[in-house]
């Protein structure tokens, strides 16, 4: 078969995209209603995301609240080798198969000046357990006994080793019982963090905090009070910075990254981060039945090409389902590099061949069709799916692609009406060597499931000696791998605009999305 060159057309078409989103006029509208700060100790920062309310309980909020706004902390902390330290816990033990000690920092007040103790950690995460069920599958509490003033006992519902890493996820941020009214109702975020919830419009999202004199820790920093302005429209992130408007904007249109970084005022920062770009097959459909057909997909798509030209460098070349950095990635499996002739063979031994010279691979009288969907929150998404209907074209496969909100794109995914689906993951939402695969393989949306693997995570879960754990990790890595029913087509990047205002901004690969920590100054 003749292989149609339509790869090069389709990256031109996909940045001719991008490059017209950024000049759309709902991003101008959305610019032009926020507010901006004029006080030169208020460090302004959009957040990628629409914020309704600032009940920890909802995983945006919890993301804002303790990555950006720094109001909220969480028991313990990954620092930016993966490695778990203490925050508002001093140290923790494993008592019992299902039960854990936490020491707590006895010298930590919340804002309204009321104690910080195992007596409001209990209420606090027995509350999330209860109001938040991704909390509840993720930390597998099922209750908090007070041992002394402060020292919490946590009983899990099952056997677990990876307590820790599960209440460093945003999740699990510490907020007062005074957070509540007399009803339950939840009316403010009154935390421990360097700053205190000060303002909230819940129409628009914005949230002010200000300085919190009574801080435990050493901060050094003149910022004395934080914007966060949300912005879910990434083309308006990029003009709010270039106007002035805001600060720090992460997730920016690569079709706007060249006009930033010529910008006098404006730096742009790009990180490597514990996140990924993924296919998932539809295995509920006969076409993916096939490890044939689901390999030889993979081998159509230039992954180098995706990274470098696609996504302007952004990112990375994956050398297994894990950014490299993590101590437990298995980078020693196969990666199914770009061979397209490969790729026509395996569908071949499939049955898929151009039987009508038509240019498109059939099979039984029906032509290889596929729909792709993806959502529209991550940058690299629609610019993904596109040149990979331009590689898929090139061996004969009709191709559509989607892209739409992430509700929408869940639904379709629930209703099974999808043949792939693009997604974007966060790897170590919690540092551990089983959350990933557990989230993404064990407990997948699109009907992948393999015992081995199941086996593989639920030990690796259940023993205590890390290099057991990561080894075990390593080995259910390889089999999902060889597998191949998902897969990690690249790894993400995260992109910053900074002003040229800002100073001491560090970046935390293992954080949900970005941190900014409390250090990150105004010049």
Not at 67 to 79: F, K, N, Q, R
Not at 109 to 127: P, S, Y
Not at 286 to 314: H, M, S, T
Request: proline share 3%; glycine share 6%; charged share 25%.
């Amino acid at each position: 078969m003749k292989l149609k060159k339509y790869v090069g057309f389709m990256l031109a078409a996909v940045l001719c995209v991008s490059a017209l989103a950024g000049c759309s006029s709902s991003s101008k509208k959305e610019t032009e209603t926020t507010t901006t700060e004029t006080d030169g100790k208020t460090l302004r920062i959009a957040f990628p995301d629409m914020v309704t309310t600032t009940d920890p309980a909802n995983v945006s909020s919890a993301t804002m609240l303790k990555e950006v706004a720094g109001v909220c902390e969480t028991l313990v902390y990954a620092d930016s080798d993966f490695k778990l330290q203490p925050m508002l816990a001093t140290e923790w033990e494993q008592t019992g198969d299902t039960t854990w000690e936490f020491k707590l920092r006895d010298d930590v007040t919340f804002h309204d000046g009321t104690k910080f103790n195992a007596d409001a950690v209990k209420w606090c995460l027995e509350r999330e357990r209860d109001e938040n069920s991704a909390f509840k599958g993720s930390t597998f509490i099922d209750s908090v006994d007070v041992v002394d003033e402060y020292t919490i006992r946590i009983n899990t519902t099952q056997p677990t080793t990876e307590l820790p890493a599960a209440l460093s996820y945003v999740g699990t941020t510490i907020v007062a019982p005074t957070s509540v009214d007399e009803n339950g109702d939840f009316v403010k975020a009154i935390g421990t963090g360097y700053f205190m919830q000060t303002d909230f419009d819940v129409s628009s999202g914005k949230f002010v905090c200000e300085k919190y004199d009574g801080y435990w820790g050493d901060v050094n920093t003149s910022v004395t009070s934080r914007v966060i302005i949300c912005m879910k429209d990434s083309s308006a992130r990029s003009l709010a910075l270039q106007n002035g408007e805001v600060d720090i904007v992460s997730d920016i249109p690569f079709s706007d990254l060249e006009t930033l970084a010529n910008s006098e005022n404006i730096k742009v920062s790009k990180f490597n981060t514990a996140r990924t770009y993924l296919y998932e097959y539809n295995m509920n459909k006969p076409v993916f039945q096939d490890e044939k057909v689901r390999k030889a997909l993979i081998y159509a798509i230039n992954k180098e090409e995706i990274v470098n030209d696609v996504l302007l460098g952004v990112g990375g070349v994956p050398e297994g389902m894990l950014m490299n950095d993590i101590p437990w990635a298995n980078t020693d499996v196969d990666t199914y590099d770009y061979d397209p002739d490969k790729a026509v063979e395996l569908l071949a031994e499939a049955g898929y061949t151009d039987t009508d010279g038509d240019g498109y691979l059939d099979k039984d009288g029906e032509k290889l069709s596929l729909r792709i969907i993806t959502f529209t929150k991550r940058p690299g998404c629609q610019l993904i799916v596109q040149a990979t209907q331009g590689y898929f074209a090139n061996i004969g496969i009709d191709t559509s692609v989607e892209v739409m909100e992430w509700t929408a794109m869940a639904e379709d995914v629930a209703s099974g009406n999808y043949d792939m689906v693009l997604n974007s993951v966060a790897s170590c939402y919690m540092p551990s060597p089983t959350y990933y695969l557990n989230t993404v393989y064990v407990n997948s949306d699109n009907g992948y499931h393999n015992d081995k693997v199941d086996e593989l995570v639920a030990e690796s879960l259940a023993v205590s000696d890390m290099d057991q754990k990561y080894e075990l990790s390593k080995e259910a890595q390889a089999v999902a791998q060889e597998d191949a029913g998902i897969y990690t087509v690249a790894l993400y990047g995260a992109v910053f605009g900074l002003s040229d205002r800002v100073t001491n901004f560090d970046y935390n690969a293992a954080a949900h999305d970005f941190i900014v920590p409390y250090n990150t100054d105004l010049a």
